[in-house]
């Protein structure tokens, strides 16, 4: 279900904040987040786990986050796009 208003980048973060839903932008447009099955997100923490383990082992300070960090893609010339991936993996430093 996509919200009719187009917000810019900053102001998504603002929105972001405010509510409980989970959003994504494409191209402008704020669109809710559907909800996974339990198997999805079982392989989602699996993930984050095996993600955070090879960190640690191989010493390299990064984080998993899963389900809760917005990836800013820009497209050439036209509105912002943050994408919210199962999993991310971070330098701990962002």
């Known amino acids: 279900m996509a919200i009719a208003q187009r917000l810019n980048f900053a102001e998504y973060l603002n929105y972001a904040r405010s509510t ?17 099955t339990g198997r999805h997100g079982a392989i989602a923490k699996f993930l984050e786990r095996l993600f955070d383990a090879e960190s640690q082992r191989t010493g390299k300070d990064c984080t998993a986050q899963r389900f809760s960090v917005a990836i800013r893609s820009p497209r050439g010339g ?15 430093a962002q």
């Open 78 to 92: 036209r509105w912002d796009t943050a994408r919210i991936p199962d999993v991310v993996v971070l330098p701990i």
């Open 20 to 36: 409980e839903s989970p959003c994504e932008l494409v191209d402008g447009e704020l669109v809710v987040m559907s909800l996974g």
